[in-house]
Structures are given as structure tokens and as C-alpha cells.
């Protein structure tokens, strides 16, 4: 049984996510749309309110807020309840914004309405700089979006890649409103003309079946399809006057047509010069520290690719902390190993006697991952120090059960008879201490809300381990003491040690013994300090300050600033 808990345990160790802590944000779902040249305004009353009118109740739904730019942009975010499926959420509100689309204006609708799964922590920040003075912020920019961020879409782990910066290349044609006076034309007719012109046009085939006999080559027709330059656009004709000797009028008559960017309502910058940045989102239970590899490795393999004088930096890396945490929290295990052992060894003075308990933290400890593997859980900082506090207490089965064990061969008894009349004794008392455990640590994991779901993976570990424990107890250490345990020797002399720790132990271990009997002829008096001991710690409870999680320095600072209605862009980036 120990070897198929630790085979499994095994297995389980290198399959669990790694993480901080459990997810106990609520999951979100997102919701963008564009309707260019819209202020915020009217993107309130004809985007915002015909959506949300349908979000608005979906099931499981926390809150919803939603943000209007002057620049036409809509977000709307969903929150969840904790633990809702997120693939569901989505699917939900985008049933919902569907009911919604038909109340929307045309141009709305032709840029499209997004609806995704949103993660609330970002895994890295992956910036783009460029040595070569042709590389703008839009080059970058668009080089991450075009060549970088579908490839990293595809990674495992990675949930979403969002990229900052500028933003796509576009053509941007701009008007003369006096020459379009002049010619009689509206903003709408610009629109028009190019949207019928710049289409990809089905042509079809020349010598398709049905054909005349003897037909034979069957040739696929290619027509000059959406527009690619500059020059192309500004031949599109907006106007043709048949009656004044047919007149054309292009765009280049009214206006011009230039390559840039299709909104400039953002930057990035990296240490003050003009660059692009990529972050990437994890997938809720992905491994945080090996998608963060798989990204490097990507961005290692992409830059062998770039132009000349393109570089790459990760300045913001969440795992780094996640990293050095964990590892952290790993010696701590260890050490508490190696301290209990120590102190096993130290009490119990037999090597023979200790292996027995010893035994019992690696396969308690590692079968413990396969209980979280079985529950759901992730690798994170409270499963840890669950796994830390449980190796004190999972050896005390053990203890208990070598005790027993060697009392009976102190009687004579030989080790196969003294385990099996130990275990007719502490059976009982093995199944009730795991139960006790069981009714301390089980209750939280029902606690709901946030702080449920940050303390179920640290109680739910720890009642794990207690189970594996008291099977442990019952199965393995039995077996263990009859096999290593031998009869009592008292002419064997102890080593110096000992010897010395015994000198000093066992006068503690009568003053305290008689401290307790008198103890217990004052117990009234014994009760009455308890209970002033109690208020202490009650009011110690009431003046320490509270809070969620502790916080720790993560080698990161980041400022917000919001500049008065009205800012423009060139202000907030002063």
C-alpha cells in the first residue's frame, strides 16, 4: 500500500500546476467592440446600454463594469462567482451579446463584437526595442502582432496574448472638408466608395463544366482584389459626373491617403524610447512556472528570426517571485524533515526504533500530492506549508504505535506478538485522533466566498495527509515493527549522548510531573488563570490588524495616474 501511494504521489508531483496561491480570483469574461469616430457618448447609448440590457443577470454573474473611451472603444468585463467554469461564463454572455447584435450600429457590427474568457493576472511582459531608427513604435508593434502573438497564442499554458503599443498598421485617409464642399460630398459617400471598391472579388473559372466539347484547360480567374498602397487608395473614385464630360473625382482630389496606425489612443515605452510590448495571460490551471519556460524557449527560437537591430526583454516576470517562494518553502520542508527525525531520534534513543516513524514522512508527504492531484489542487505556497505542518503531525501515529510495540517486548514478548497485541490496543485510538484532525481541518474547507477558496487547498492537504497517516499507521508500521524491532536489552549501555540528554530530560520530566499534581489539587485556581489567559488572547485577537493576504515585496512597483476629463494623450504621456 506505502509503495503504490508513493508510485502515485510520484506521478502526481511533476502533473500539478505551480502557482502562488489557488485561484481565488473571480474569473472574468470580456466583451470589445470599436465603433470608430463615436464619442463616448453616444458609444453609451448605442453600444453600451443595448449589450449590457442583455449581460446583465446572466447566471452566476457577480457584477459587470464597463469602460467608453472618446476614441470609440467599449470593454465591458463580467465577473464571476468563484469556482464558476469559465468556458461556460463565456459561453453564456455570448449567447447574451448575440440577442444584442441586431440593436447595434452597422459600423459596430462590421468591426465586430469580441467575447472572451479574461485572465486578472498577467503571467509576463515581453517588450520589443529596435537599435535601427526605421523600426517606430508602430513597426514594433505590429511586428508582435503579426509575427509573434498567434505563436504564442499556441503555447501550452498560455490563455491570451494582448498586444500594447500603438497598434495595427491601417490606412488612414484624411479630408479636405472645403474640397468636399466643393464637390458636393459627405463623409458617408468616402465611406461607401470604399467599401464597394476595396473587396475581394470571386471571379470564378473560365472552361468550367458545363463547357462546350473540346474544351480543354479549365482556368481559375484572379481579379485585383482589396487594396494594399497608398496610390491604390487614392484612385478610388468617390464621384462621377456623366453630365459635366464625365468628371472623375478620387480620393486624391479631396483628401490623402497615408499608412499608419489605426488608433493612436496609446503608447509604450521601455526605459523612455519608443517600443512594443506583449504580455502573456495564463490558462487558470496551467503550470505558471513551466509555461513561463515555454515562453522564453519560443522567444529564443523567434529572435534568431528578427530584423537587424530588433531585441527582446521579459522586464516583468511573475514567476521569478513564484519561483524563489516555492523553492523557499522547499527547504523549509526539508528542514522540518530533518529537525523531526533529529528530535525522534533524540527521544526515542533506538536507530532501529526511529526508521519506523521516519518512514512514515516520505510516504505520507509524497502520497500527499496524489491527494491533491485527485482534488484539483496546484503546487502553490498554502499546500506547501500544509505539507510543512503535517510532518509534525503525521509521525505521531508512528510514535504512538512504536511505543506500544516496544512496551510489549519490554515484557518479553517477542516484536511480531508485542505488534500485533499493540495494534489490538491503538487501533482505536489511531482511527479516533485522525477523526478529531478530520473534524479540526475539514469545516473551513466549506467556508464560501473568496476566503473559502484560499484556505480549502491548505485544510483539505492537511486532512489528506491525516488519512494517509492513520492508513499508514495501521498497515505499514505494524509490519515495520516486527521486522526491525528487537527484544529489550538491559545490560546495553547507552552512548555518551544520551547518556547526557537523559541526565537533563528526566529531573525536567519530574519537576513537571510534579507541577501538574499540584496543578491539580489548585484547580480552581487553574481554571481561573485559563480563563483571564483566554481574555488575553481574545483581546490580542480584537488589536491586531486584519487583512486578506499578507503582503510581500515582489520586486515590482506599479503607478496609476488619471488626469483630469479632457487630457490629451501628448499631456498624460508629458
Same mark, same amino acid.
Given at each position: 500500500?506505502?509503495?503504490?501511494?508513493?508510485?502515485?504521489?510520484?506521478?502526481?508531483?511533476?502533473?500539478?500546476?505551480?502557482?502562488?496561491?489557488?485561484?481565488?480570483?473571480?474569473?472574468?469574461?470580456?466583451?470589445?467592440?470599436?465603433?470608430?469616430?463615436?464619442?463616448?457618448?453616444?458609444?453609451?447609448?448605442?453600444?453600451?446600454?443595448?449589450?449590457?440590457?442583455?449581460?446583465?443577470?446572466?447566471?452566476?454573474?457577480?457584477?459587470?463594469?464597463?469602460?467608453?473611451?472618446?476614441?470609440?472603444?467599449?470593454?465591458?468585463?463580467?465577473?464571476?462567482?468563484?469556482?464558476?467554469?469559465?468556458?461556460?461564463?463565456?459561453?453564456?454572455?455570448?449567447?447574451?451579446?448575440?440577442?444584442?447584435?441586431?440593436?447595434?450600429?452597422?459600423?459596430?457590427?462590421?468591426?465586430?463584437?469580441?467575447?472572451?474568457?479574461?485572465?486578472?493576472?498577467?503571467?509576463?511582459?515581453?517588450?520589443?526595442?529596435?537599435?535601427?531608427?526605421?523600426?517606430?513604435?508602430?513597426?514594433?508593434?505590429?511586428?508582435?502582432?503579426?509575427?509573434?502573438?498567434?505563436?504564442?497564442?499556441?503555447?501550452?499554458?498560455?490563455?491570451?496574448?494582448?498586444?500594447?503599443?500603438?497598434?495595427?498598421?491601417?490606412?488612414?485617409?484624411?479630408?479636405?472638408?472645403?474640397?468636399?464642399? @466643393?464637390?458636393?460630398?459627405?463623409?458617408?459617400?468616402?465611406?461607401?466608395?470604399?467599401?464597394?471598391?476595396?473587396?475581394?472579388?470571386?471571379? /470564378?473559372?473560365?472552361?468550367?463544366?458545363?463547357?462546350?466539347?473540346?474544351?480543354?484547360?479549365?482556368?481559375?480567374?484572379?481579379?485585383?482584389?482589396?487594396?494594399?498602397?497608398?496610390?491604390?487608395?487614392?484612385?478610388?473614385?468617390?464621384?462621377?459626373?456623366?453630365?459635366? =464630360?464625365?468628371?472623375?473625382?478620387?480620393?486624391?482630389?479631396?483628401?490623402?491617403?497615408?499608412?499608419?496606425?489605426?488608433?493612436?489612443? @496609446?503608447?509604450?515605452?521601455?526605459? /523612455?524610447?519608443?517600443?512594443?510590448?506583449?504580455?502573456?495571460?495564463?490558462?487558470?490551471?496551467?503550470?505558471?512556472?513551466?509555461?513561463?519556460?515555454?515562453?522564453?524557449?519560443?522567444?529564443?527560437?523567434?529572435?534568431?528570426?528578427?530584423?537587424?537591430?530588433?531585441?527582446?526583454?521579459?522586464?516583468?516576470?511573475?514567476?521569478?517571485?513564484?519561483?524563489?517562494?516555492?523553492?523557499?518553502?522547499?527547504?523549509?520542508?526539508?528542514?522540518? /524533515?530533518?529537525?523531526?527525525?533529529?528530535?525522534?531520534?533524540?527521544?526515542?534513543?533506538?536507530?532501529?526504533?526511529?526508521?519506523?516513524?521516519?518512514?512514515?514522512?516520505?510516504?505520507?508527504?509524497? =502520497?500527499?500530492?496524489?491527494?491533491?492531484?485527485?482534488?484539483?489542487?496546484?503546487?502553490?505556497?498554502?499546500?506547501?506549508?500544509?505539507?510543512?505542518?503535517?510532518?509534525?503531525?503525521?509521525?505521531?501515529?508512528?510514535?504512538?504505535?512504536?511505543?506500544?510495540?516496544?512496551?510489549?517486548?519490554?515484557? /518479553?514478548?517477542?516484536?511480531?506478538?508485542?505488534?500485533?497485541?499493540?495494534?489490538?490496543?491503538?487501533? =482505536?485510538?489511531?482511527?479516533?485522533?485522525?477523526?478529531?484532525?478530520?473534524?479540526?481541518?475539514?469545516?473551513?474547507?466549506?467556508?464560501?466566498?473568496?476566503?473559502?477558496?484560499?484556505?480549502?487547498?491548505?485544510?483539505?492537504?492537511?486532512?489528506?495527509?491525516?488519512?494517509?497517516?492513520?492508513?499508514?499507521?495501521?498497515?505499514?508500521?505494524?509490519?515495520?515493527?516486527?521486522?526491525?524491532?528487537?527484544?529489550?536489552?538491559?545490560?546495553?549501555?547507552?552512548?555518551?549522548?544520551?547518556?547526557?540528554?537523559?541526565?537533563?530530560?528526566?529531573?525536567?520530566?519530574?519537576?513537571?510531573?510534579?507541577?501538574?499534581?499540584?496543578?491539580?489539587?489548585?484547580?480552581?485556581?487553574?481554571?481561573?488563570?485559563?480563563?483571564?489567559?483566554?481574555?488575553?488572547?481574545?483581546?490580542?485577537?480584537?488589536?491586531?490588524?486584519?487583512?486578506?493576504?499578507?503582503?510581500?515585496? @515582489?520586486?515590482?512597483?506599479?503607478?496609476?495616474? @488619471?488626469?483630469?476629463?479632457?487630457?490629451?494623450?501628448?499631456?498624460?504621456?508629458?
Amino acid at each position: 500500500i506505502a509503495i503504490v501511494i508513493m508510485l502515485l504521489g510520484g506521478v502526481a508531483i511533476f502533473l500539478l500546476p505551480v502557482a502562488q496561491y489557488p485561484p481565488i480570483t473571480p474569473p472574468t469574461v470580456q466583451v470589445t467592440a470599436t465603433y470608430p469616430g463615436a464619442s463616448a457618448k453616444t458609444l453609451i447609448e448605442t453600444v453600451a446600454l443595448p449589450i449590457e440590457q442583455q449581460v446583465n443577470g446572466v447566471e452566476k454573474m457577480l457584477y459587470m463594469q464597463s469602460t467608453c473611451t472618446s476614441d470609440g472603444r467599449y470593454t465591458l468585463t463580467v465577473t464571476f462567482d468563484v469556482g464558476t467554469d469559465l468556458d461556460f461564463a463565456q459561453v453564456l454572455v455570448q449567447n447574451r451579446v448575440a440577442a444584442a447584435m441586431s440593436l447595434l450600429p452597422t459600423a459596430v457590427q462590421q468591426q465586430g463584437v469580441v467575447t472572451k474568457k479574461k485572465s486578472t493576472a498577467i503571467l509576463q511582459i515581453i517588450t520589443l526595442t529596435s537599435t535601427n531608427k526605421a523600426h517606430d513604435a508602430l513597426f514594433l508593434s505590429n511586428y508582435g502582432t503579426i509575427e509573434l502573438r498567434d505563436k504564442l497564442a499556441r503555447l501550452p499554458g498560455v490563455g491570451d496574448v494582448m498586444v500594447f503599443g500603438i497598434g495595427e498598421y491601417s490606412m488612414r485617409v484624411w479630408l479636405d472638408p472645403e474640397r468636399m464642399r @466643393q464637390c458636393s460630398l459627405m463623409p458617408r459617400d468616402i465611406i461607401n466608395a470604399i467599401q464597394k471598391q476595396n473587396v475581394k472579388v470571386a471571379a /470564378g473559372q473560365i472552361g468550367m463544366p458545363p463547357a462546350p466539347a473540346g474544351q480543354d484547360f479549365q482556368i481559375t480567374v484572379n481579379v485585383e482584389g482589396a487594396l494594399t498602397e497608398v496610390d491604390e487608395f487614392e484612385r478610388i473614385i468617390v464621384k462621377a459626373a456623366p453630365e459635366g =464630360g464625365g468628371q472623375i473625382t478620387r480620393i486624391r482630389d479631396i483628401g490623402r491617403v497615408e499608412l499608419g496606425a489605426r488608433t493612436y489612443g @496609446q503608447f509604450f515605452k521601455m526605459d /523612455g524610447s519608443a517600443a512594443g510590448g506583449i504580455a502573456i495571460y495564463q490558462l487558470p490551471q496551467a503550470n505558471a512556472l513551466d509555461t513561463a519556460k515555454r515562453v522564453k524557449s519560443a522567444m529564443d527560437q523567434y529572435a534568431r528570426n528578427f530584423p537587424a537591430g530588433l531585441t527582446y526583454l521579459i522586464p516583468f516576470d511573475t514567476t521569478i517571485f513564484v519561483r524563489e517562494s516555492v523553492n523557499e518553502v522547499y527547504s523549509t520542508l526539508y528542514e522540518a /524533515g530533518i529537525l523531526v527525525l533529529l528530535v525522534i531520534m533524540v527521544f526515542l534513543q533506538n536507530w532501529r526504533a526511529t526508521l519506523v516513524p521516519a518512514t512514515t514522512v516520505p510516504v505520507t508527504i509524497v =502520497g500527499a500530492f496524489a491527494g491533491m492531484a485527485v482534488l484539483g489542487f496546484s503546487i502553490n505556497l498554502l499546500t506547501l506549508f500544509a505539507i510543512v505542518l503535517a510532518i509534525g503531525i503525521v509521525v505521531d501515529d508512528a510514535i504512538v504505535v512504536v511505543e506500544g510495540a516496544a512496551k510489549h517486548i519490554e515484557h /518479553g514478548k517477542t516484536p511480531k506478538q508485542a505488534s500485533i497485541d499493540a495494534m489490538g490496543e491503538l487501533f =482505536g485510538p489511531i482511527i479516533g485522533i485522525t477523526l478529531v484532525l478530520m473534524s479540526v481541518f475539514l469545516p473551513p474547507a466549506f467556508m464560501p466566498g473568496i476566503t473559502g477558496q484560499m484556505y480549502r487547498q491548505f485544510a483539505l492537504v492537511i486532512a489528506v495527509t491525516a488519512v494517509i497517516s492513520a492508513i499508514n499507521a495501521i498497515t505499514l508500521k505494524p509490519t515495520q515493527c516486527a521486522l526491525w524491532l528487537r527484544p529489550y536489552d538491559p545490560k546495553h549501555k547507552k552512548n555518551f549522548f544520551f547518556r547526557a540528554f537523559n541526565a537533563v530530560y528526566e529531573p525536567s520530566e519530574r519537576f513537571y510531573t510534579r507541577m501538574i499534581r499540584s496543578m491539580v489539587r489548585f484547580s480552581g485556581l487553574m481554571v481561573f488563570m485559563a480563563l483571564i489567559l483566554v481574555g488575553i488572547a481574545g483581546w490580542g485577537l480584537m488589536k491586531i490588524p486584519t487583512g486578506f493576504i499578507p503582503t510581500e515585496d @515582489q520586486g515590482y512597483m506599479m503607478i496609476s495616474a @488619471q488626469l483630469p476629463d479632457g487630457a490629451s494623450l501628448e499631456r498624460t504621456e508629458r
